[in-house]
T-cell receptor
Framework: GNSVTQMEGPVTLSEEAFLTINCTYTATGYPSLFWYVQYPGEGLQLLLKATKADDKGSNKGFEATYRKETTSFHLEKGSVQVSDSAVYFCALTPRGGATNKLIFGTGTLLAVQP | NAGVTQTPKFQVLKTGQSMTLQCAQDMNHNSMYWYRQDPGMGLRLIYYSASEGTTDKGEVPNGYNVSRLNKREFSLRLESAAPSQTSVYFC??????????????FGPGTRLTVL
């Protein structure tokens, strides 16, 4: 079946530190991959996405590269800010399904300290 | 544009009570979704509506019903609430149900507690 595994949190970093949140997936075929972010008290927002192998999604200084050989889509940012504190969800949409279903990982809480 | 709105924001129910969660979107989207978010489990799809007039079960539909009232509105009903339905509920919408890059837009959520 289709599933997403991401590193457990919380991840606590100091401002300007480098961030990596690991995400690996299991899927038939070639899914589309996403990172969503949930700020405190809010709904989810799409952060970035990639639809095929070697695609790099990027937004707000965050990047993730679709790695087919390792079935991974790790999220990175070179220098985090306090305002990046949030829960980050990795997700996939299976290719060829009947609808645009999102399958989510369990989420990783990021806390950035000044 | 308000995007996706949900009411209420918070609700406390007793076991066996019923209630309806409301969701509306003003983006003229065709598809709408209901998810629940539980600690350590991410978001799981309850029901979705690919287009006005259609609804389908998701991963965890038991104990819920939905109504696609019109293109804008998609409600979720708990007929007889149980403590296992304590969760945060999110509504989402997308332009279409199919497509590789069809972004889903989420509402702010409803936090439901069943005692």
């Amino acid at each position: 079946g289709n599933s997403v595994t991401q590193m457990e949190g919380p991840v606590t970093l100091s401002e300007e530190a480098f961030l990596t949140i690991n995400c690996t997936y299991t899927a038939t075929g070639y899914p589309s991959l996403f990172w969503y972010v949930q700020y405190p008290g809010e709904g989810l927002q799409l952060l970035l996405k990639a639809t095929k192998a070697d695609d790099k999604g990027s937004n707000k200084g965050f990047e993730a590269t679709y790695r087919k050989e390792t079935t991974s889509f790790h999220l990175e940012k070179g220098s985090v800010q306090v305002s990046d504190s949030a829960v980050y969800f990795c997700a996939l949409t299976p290719r060829g399904g009947a609808t645009n279903k999102l399958i989510f990982g369990t989420g990783t809480l990021l806390a950035v300290q000044p | 544009n308000a995007g996706v709105t949900q009411t209420p924001k918070f609700q406390v129910l007793k076991t066996g009570q019923s209630m309806t969660l409301q969701c509306a979107q003003d983006m003229n989207h065709n598809s709408m979704y209901w998810y629940r978010q539980d600690p350590g489990m991410g978001l799981r799809l309850i029901y979705y509506s690919a287009s006005e007039g259609t609804t389908d079960k998701g991963e965890v539909p038991n104990g819920y019903n939905v109504s696609r009232l019109n293109k804008r509105e998609f409600s979720l009903r708990l007929e007889s609430a149980a403590p296992s339905q304590t969760s945060v509920y999110f509504c989402a919408s997308s332009e279409h149900a199919l497509g590789l890059l069809n972004e889903q837009f989420f509402g702010p959520g409803t936090r439901l507690t069943v005692l």
